[in-house]
C-alpha cells in the first residue's frame, strides 16, 4: 500500500513511508578497536566478535510491530546475541529447509532503537523462519514499550514519527 506522507521535520513531501529501519552491525561493533575488528568477522546476517577477553556470537532478525489498520507491519531489523551452541546450531541449518521447525533460540537484543528507552539486551526469543529469510525476533513479554509494541500494535502514525525522527538523526 502506498502511503504519501508530508514530514512533519523538514516539510519534505516523501513517497512511501519507510517500513523498516535497521542497523548493519550489532551495537557492540562499533566499540572495538581497529585490531579487534581485524579479528572479527561482519557478515549481513551474523558477526562474531573476537576481543582478548571473549568471543560473542550475533544474528541480525526483524522485530515486527502490527500496524493497526494497515496490511503490513513495521519491521526493526536488529542483532540479537546468541551463546555460541545456538549461534553454531544456526549457522549449521542456515540454508536447511524446515529450519522453521527448530525451537526459538535464546538471545539478548544488541541493537539500541532510538525511539524507545534503553533497549540493549532485552531477553528475546531468536526464531528461525524459512531459508532465505532472517530470524523473526520475539520480545519476552514485559512491559518495556518495545515488547508492548511489539504485541499490541501502533497506528500509522506513530510509524511515521519514528520516520521524521529516524530520517534526521
Known amino acids: 500500500m502506498s502511503r504519501r506522507w508530508q514530514c512533519g521535520t523538514c516539510g519534505e513531501w516523501h513517497g512511501d513511508l519507510p517500513l523498516c529501519f535497521g542497523w548493519d ?5 562499533s566499540i572495538l578497536s581497529d585490531a579487534e575488528r581485524r579479528n ?7 558477526c ?3 576481543t582478548a577477553n571473549e568471543t560473542s556470537f550475533y544474528v541480525r ?7 493497526r489498520d494497515y496490511a503490513e507491519p513495521f519491521i526493526w531489523s536488529v542483532w540479537a546475541s546468541l551463546s555460541e551452541m545456538s549461534f553454531e546450531h544456526a549457522m549449521e541449518h542456515w540454508n536447511t529447509e524446515g529450519r522453521e521447525a527448530d525451537e526459538p533460540y535464546f538471545g539478548w537484543l544488541c541493537s539500541s532503537l532510538p ?4 533497549t540493549m539486551f532485552l531477553k528475546t526469543g531468536v526464531q528461525s ?10 520480545l519476552e513479554p514485559t512491559d518495556h514499550p518495545l515488547a508492548v509494541d511489539q504485541r499490541s500494535g501502533v497506528d500509522i502514525e506513530q510509524v511515521q514519527s519514528w520516520a521524521e525522527r529516524l530520517l534526521h538523526d
Request: net charge negative.
Open 25 to 29: 552491525a550489532p551495537a557492540q561493533w
Open 40 to 46: 572479527s568477522e561482519l557478515a549481513d546476517s551474523a
Open 48 to 50: 562474531v566478535i573476537e
Open 61 to 67: 532478525g526483524h522485530i515486527e510491530i502490527p500496524i
Open 115 to 118: 525511539v524507545y528507552p534503553d
Open 129 to 138: 523462519m524459512p531459508v532465505g529469510l532472517v530470524p523473526l525476533i520475539t
